[in-house]
């Protein structure tokens, strides 16, 4: 596969492309192939992020690929609920770490409960491992590394079109190597808000909690994540040291 990169820019932490693909005769061939056997009709993929300048550098590449169709842009959970609904047929969603209003946990919750159809690709960065190891765990068909979006996502989504998940081989060295996570799921969900940015009143507004609750649940996080501060939480849990 030749690649071609018309412009590469950098935001918020990820690397985006706009991209040209052309792609070789045989990955072609079986993707080709693969759709006729199956006699599917080609799946939609909705590109979701809180930033749309991502959702397009990562639909740029997604256009380009001849066995999918790309699909609208999602940028909260009703545009993304929006984009599902109106499409009944075999549908990839390639997610970010958050949506504008909601965390990434959240956000396959949802789509494991209302739309258990649609597949679904994670894309982070490396430094993110913490939402690398929920997508995993709530069910995420795909893994995509930020850094190697231009020769991973396009095989990724080739393999959901056969049906089979794939996973980065790091990701998988790296989980087999880790002991069992210390976290609760209120915990999970309580640190992925905190990394949005909210405040102890957005948080429990957002769970239905009072502010003491979040209080008592932070502090049992920070001697976990042995920190003291909001900061090195956030840090701590962002690249997934703990």
Same mark, same amino acid.
């Given at each position: 596969?030749?690649?071609?990169?018309?412009?590469?820019?950098?935001?918020?932490?990820?690397?985006?492309?706009?991209?040209?693909?052309?792609?070789?005769?045989?990955?072609?061939?079986?993707?080709?192939?693969?759709?006729?056997?199956?006699?599917?009709?080609?799946?939609?993929?909705?590109?979701?992020?809180?930033?749309?300048?991502?959702?397009?550098?990562?639909g740029s590449l997604v256009a380009q690929i001849p066995e999918v169709r790309l699909g609208p842009f999602a940028t909260d959970m009703a545009s993304l609920r929006k984009a599902l609904s109106e499409? *009944?047929?075999? =549908?990839?969603?390639? +997610?970010?770490?958050?949506?504008? @209003?909601?965390?990434?946990? !959240?956000?396959?919750?949802? /789509?494991?409960?209302?739309?258990?159809?649609?597949?679904?690709?994670?894309?982070?960065?490396?430094?993110?491992?913490?939402?690398?190891?929920?997508?995993?765990?709530?069910?995420?068909?795909?893994?995509?590394?930020?850094?190697?979006?231009?020769?991973?996502?396009?095989?990724?989504?080739?393999?959901?079109?056969?049906?089979?998940?794939?996973? *980065?081989?790091? =990701?998988?060295?790296? +989980?087999?190597?880790?002991?069992? @996570?210390?976290?609760?799921? !209120?915990?999970?969900?309580? /640190?992925?808000?905190?990394?949005?940015?909210?405040?102890?009143?957005?948080?429990?507004?957002?769970?239905?909690?009072?502010?003491?609750?979040?209080?008592?649940?932070?502090?049992?996080?920070?001697?976990?994540?042995?920190?003291?501060?909001?900061?090195?939480?956030?840090?701590?849990?962002?690249?997934?040291?703990?």
């Open positions: 596969m030749r690649l071609h990169a018309d412009f590469l820019f950098d935001f918020i932490g990820f690397r985006c492309l706009s991209v040209a693909i052309q792609m070789s005769d045989p990955y072609r061939n079986v993707l080709k192939t693969l759709m006729s056997d199956t006699d599917q009709t080609p799946p939609d993929v909705i590109v979701a992020d809180r930033q749309l300048i991502v959702c397009q550098g990562l499409r *009944p047929g075999p =549908v990839i969603v390639v +997610l970010g770490v958050r949506l504008a @209003d909601a965390d990434l946990a !959240r956000a396959l919750d949802m /789509l494991r409960r209302d739309y258990a159809r649609a597949m679904v690709v994670v894309v982070a960065e490396e430094s993110e491992f913490a939402f690398i190891r929920s997508a995993i765990k709530a069910g995420a068909h795909g893994i995509c590394m930020m850094d190697q979006i231009l020769t991973s996502l396009p095989r990724i989504l080739g393999h959901l079109i056969e049906g089979h998940s794939i996973l *980065p081989i790091e =990701v998988l060295k790296r +989980l087999s190597g880790e002991q069992t @996570d210390v976290l609760t799921r !209120r915990e999970h969900e309580i /640190l992925g808000l905190l990394v949005d940015g909210l405040t102890n009143f957005q948080i429990s507004a957002r769970l239905g909690l009072s502010e003491n609750t979040i209080k008592y649940y932070l502090k049992a996080i920070y001697q976990k994540l042995d920190v003291n501060s909001r900061g090195g939480a956030i840090a701590k849990y962002v690249a997934g040291t703990y």
